[in-house]
């Protein structure tokens, strides 16, 4: 089977394209972990060890460090990562951070 550059089968019209899925399923797979980070905060030091002894600006320093490094490879880690940065925009997350650390 022929694939064009969109990676979607040649010859198919129907629905976006494979990419386009793919982004929208990644973007919902976020989405999902960020809210559950919110809703069980304690997470968080799965993705990073000793999390819970840092603030929520120390946590937010600490993403932004990690998912500049060079570390693509790793799909999980990046996913985490995504999901923890989405979680730390909303201040919901910041509440329940705050009252789970006490």
Same mark, same amino acid.
């Given at each position: ?10 010859? *198919? *019209?129907? @629905?976006?394209?494979?990419? &386009?899925? /793919?982004? @929208?399923? =990644? %973007?919902? =797979?976020?989405?999902? @972990? ?14 990073? #060890? @000793? /999390? %819970?002894?840092?603030? +929520? %600006?120390?946590?937010?320093? %600490?993403?932004? #460090? ?5 570390? /693509? /490879?790793?799909?999980?880690? +990046? ?15 910041? &509440?329940?951070?705050?009252?789970? #650390?006490?």
């Amino acid at each position: 089977m022929a694939f064009r550059p969109d990676f979607s089968p040649a010859g *198919t *019209t129907s @629905g976006p394209p494979l990419a &386009a899925r /793919a982004a @929208g399923a =990644v %973007e919902a =797979v976020i989405k999902a @972990g960020a809210a559950q980070l919110i809703a069980e905060p304690w997470r968080v030091s799965r993705i990073i #060890r @000793g /999390a %819970e002894s840092l603030s +929520c %600006e120390a946590l937010r320093m %600490e993403v932004a #460090r990690r998912r500049a490094l060079p570390n /693509a /490879a790793d799909f999980n880690l +990046c996913l985490a990562l995504a999901q923890l940065a989405r979680a730390l925009e909303r201040p919901a997350f910041v &509440a329940s951070w705050r009252a789970w #650390r006490g």
